[in-house]
């Protein structure tokens, strides 16, 4: 009998200068504090937000009253992944529940959304901010469903304002949807080919979406699947 031996795959975009961020949140900037040639030791010195590269975002990003990254259980940061394949929607396309249904049917307690819109073909790119974005309803489907994790290859799971979009009011219903029920959301995924390869062939998929310990809204990850 042949088995496959675990592989480990990262979903993290590299944390680096002049890197994309959300629309209106400080920009990246790493750079050199001390050298080993004149200091002994290598350190950088970084200056982002809390929401920059693969991140996650906490119900704190939302609200003042709801809990902050530390206090989310560390169980939401992982979990074994079920895959909602939304490749070939539209650009800015509405995701609904009849989307995401069949990967709701097949939910466990504890798994992790993962929300494949192919989307992060397109990082780097100003078509980034045109990514498709979860409805109300699609949100309270996936509460009701009993998720606590989503995690996805986009920007956002609301849509992103460009200059002048109506769409830019700062509402963030899905946000505030998923974040009320006290989920841990993660964006700006990349790399997810063989995770959906993996799901393809029935290989089990486990996803880890440790962030720093913040008493903040939310913390850059390394997000990492374990392809079994």
Same mark, same amino acid.
């Given at each position: $009998? *042949? /088995?496959?031996? =675990?592989?480990?795959?990262?979903?993290?975009? =590299?944390? $680096?200068? !002049? $890197?994309?961020?959300?629309?209106?949140?400080?920009?990246?900037?790493?750079?050199?504090?001390? %050298?080993? *040639? &004149?200091?002994?030791?290598?350190?950088?010195?970084?200056?982002?937000?809390?929401?920059?590269?693969?991140?996650?975002? +906490?119900?704190?990003?939302?609200?003042?009253?709801?809990? /902050?990254?530390?206090?989310?259980?560390?169980?939401?940061?992982? #979990?074994?992944?079920?895959?909602?394949?939304? %490749?070939?929607?539209? =650009?800015?396309?509405?995701?609904?529940?009849? @989307?995401?249904?069949?990967?709701?049917?097949?939910?466990?307690?504890?798994?992790?959304?993962?929300?494949?819109? !192919?989307?992060?073909?397109?990082? !780097?790119?100003? @078509?980034?901010?045109?990514?498709?974005?979860? *409805?109300? &309803?699609?949100?309270?489907?996936?509460?009701?469903?009993?998720?606590?994790?989503?995690?996805?290859?986009?920007?956002?799971?609301?849509? /992103?304002? &460009?200059?002048?979009? +109506?769409? #830019?009011?700062?509402?963030?219903?899905? @946000?505030?949807?998923?974040?009320?029920? #006290?989920?841990?959301? +993660?964006?700006?995924?990349?790399?997810? #080919?063989?995770?959906?390869?993996?799901? +393809?062939?029935?290989?089990?998929? &486990?996803?880890?979406?440790?962030?720093?310990?913040?008493?903040?809204?939310?913390?850059?990850? %390394?997000?990492?699947?374990?392809?079994?």
């Amino acid at each position: $009998m *042949t /088995t496959t031996s =675990p592989t480990w795959v990262d979903l993290s975009v =590299p944390l $680096m200068t !002049g $890197m994309p961020v959300y629309p209106g949140d400080p920009e990246v900037e790493i750079d050199t504090a001390l %050298r080993v *040639t &004149e200091d002994g030791v290598n350190v950088q010195r970084l200056h982002l937000g809390s929401q920059s590269g693969t991140h996650v975002d +906490a119900p704190f990003h939302v609200d003042d009253r709801w809990p /902050t990254l530390d206090e989310v259980p560390l169980d939401r940061f992982t #979990g074994p992944a079920v895959v909602a394949d939304l %490749r070939g929607l539209a =650009p800015r396309a509405a995701v609904t529940p009849p @989307h995401l249904a069949p990967a709701l049917e097949r939910l466990r307690p504890g798994a992790v959304l993962v929300l494949a819109t !192919g989307w992060s073909a397109y990082w !780097g790119t100003a @078509h980034y901010l045109a990514h498709p974005w979860l *409805t109300s &309803e699609a949100a309270r489907a996936i509460v009701d469903a009993g998720v606590r994790t989503l995690a996805v290859d986009a920007l956002s799971v609301d849509p /992103t304002p &460009e200059p002048g979009d +109506a769409q #830019g009011d700062g509402s963030l219903p899905a @946000h505030r949807i998923l974040c009320g029920a #006290g989920a841990a959301i +993660a964006e700006n995924l990349t790399n997810l #080919g063989p995770v959906l390869d993996a799901r +393809a062939a029935h290989r089990p998929v &486990e996803l880890s979406l440790f962030p720093l310990r913040l008493a903040a809204d939310g913390a850059p990850v %390394r997000a990492v699947a374990r392809l079994g």
